[in-house]
């Protein structure tokens, strides 16, 4: 991999490719891991974009709150799975929203955070029902940290090579959280492996950007 250095204030969006998958190396309350997801989740034209959000630990509610306080607008289309105990947003809904320009604002549970066939199985349909509307998709996988407390590494290894080819092939612009902090250097080695650019967080505060 090429690697290149960032300052902390510097956008680390311009250092990767549109349509890559990204492994986003930092810890989890790190305060500039926020900033980096949201930089990397986030476009210049949020209506002709569709925002795909997994999340094991945060209610879709907040991820809408630090999305509007970092971007302004929503995206045409948000739809959020949120896995195991996360909490249910309350203001998610389905239909047009004059109000915020935003078409498509789902909320979708999945109860157990081991069903990884069943995680796939949605996310691709999400994906194909997007497939025809012309945006911009990104997607933001928070985190791989909490996937491996409900698998191992082998199966979750197979389940993130299916899902990159998949976001590949629809031309995804993706990232994954993983907390360094919480696994092996063997573990973050082999997952390191699946994706197009790695994003870590240096000793400096800044990002270094290591792309193939």
Known sequence: MQ??????????????????????????????????CLDLLSFDQPHEQDVLWVGYTRSPDACVQDWLTHVGDRPRNMHFV????????????GGNDPATGSDDEVVETLANPGDLTGL??????VLQRWGDDGNEVTACFD?????????????????????TGRFEAAGVTAHFHLDPEACDQQTVSTLTSLFDAVVELDDDGGWTVRSR
Do not use: M, W
């Open 3 to 36: 690697t290149e250095g960032h300052s902390e204030n510097e956008s680390v969006q311009n250092a990767v490719e549109r349509g890559s998958c990204i492994l986003l190396l930092a810890p989890s309350l790190h305060s500039g891991t926020e900033e980096a």
């Open 82 to 93: 949120s896995v195991g105990d996360t909490t249910r947003s309350t203001s998610a809904r």
């Open 120 to 125: 796939g199985i949605t996310l691709s349909e």
């Open 143 to 163: 985190s791989l940290t909490a996937l491996l407390q409900y698998a191992d590494l082998q199966t979750a290894y197979k389940f993130l090579h299916v899902l």
